[in-house]
């Protein structure tokens, strides 16, 4: 049984890479970069967005809005002016608890390929499936805030080795919050060595410059292969 | 293709329901009661535990502990002289994001039933796939920090469901998020009308004693027909 169940697991996810690839050629011939924005519910995914989709100058930023269910987030993003499509895992897709390449893909004809550079996905807050399923993004952002506690990384390794940028979200709640940045980033190290990380708070700003910067070099990183 | 695969899930569940009677048949043969906690990840599910399972007077607890891979948390329990038993997903289980009732099953050879009169089960921190698997439990708890933010109840609607009582936790970061508990408490209504709650902060004590008392009082509750 064991056996049989885990040979279906993996038909699954080669089926998704193939899937994620075709995505992949979509994007690339609209010339539409594409990150995968995941973290734990509350991480502060959408304010950060909104953090940055304001202010990112020569860029025109789309947003892939991910839910099981409802259009909250997508609604407060749209507010900003930019195209935001939402995707939903309740309808048609069982309620999953992820995105994946397949939903992805149902959901391109409603992009706005030719008027954006940089199209964000929000992926549905959870820190266990979304690393397993690649959509077809040029980089995924792993969003961790310290109010989840230092060990993160010890208990989810798998997500935060699936991300080629580790964000440290909620530095405002430091002084509040029992956690040692120092054991955090000692964590981080081990499971996914050298990752590049920042220490951001959306709520203030903190940070977010250096993110917005990391945005604006996207191009250059993906076509030197520095993401995947 | 999506009715073929809707109708799978359906089987699945149906199983699944059949084992957790089963479950339930053999925690209630030993006169124990069992509570499954779930949250997202880092909603203070562990901090909670230690805060409780150390002052009950009367009641024998042990601890099941629901993790994708590692015993970080079991090891901090088991620092308290109670009898901890580690659930890793990832070891046979093909790193699933839940516990259901076949996995609960798989460990209830190596739970001492005889020793304890309540046990409580860690589920793997994650806001939709847990809400679906009954494990054989008395009652169901649900974890949500504040600094998860207000929206979480519309968010996640069927894991709010999901519970018989919703601890709102971390309350002492009250006045350093953006989190209004007039809103919480009303999405929490809409989504599910009339659930108990509780306002906790695991970290300095405040409202755990009402959650104690609660526990005290499970057994009456179960026999009642209030806890399912």
Redesign the interface.
Known sequence: M?RT??RI?EDALDANNTIASANRADFDRAGVKVVNFMS???AGKTTLLERVVTDLPGVRVGVLEG????S??ADRLAGLHIPVTQLNTGA?F????HLDANMVRSAIPALPLDEIDLLLVEN??????PA?FRVGEDARIMVS?V???E??P?????MFRACELVIVN?V??LG???FDMDHFLHHLDAVHPGVEHMLVSA?TGEGVDELRAWFAALPERAHAGAAV
Do not use: W
């Open positions: 064991h169940k885990v697991v734990a519910p509350g839910d099981v269910e409802g909250m987030d048609g069982g309620g999953e608890c549905v807050g959870n820190l266990v499936c397993e805030s109010a989840e506690g060990d993160k010890l208990k989810y390794p798998l909620k405002d709640l509040h919050v029992d709520r």
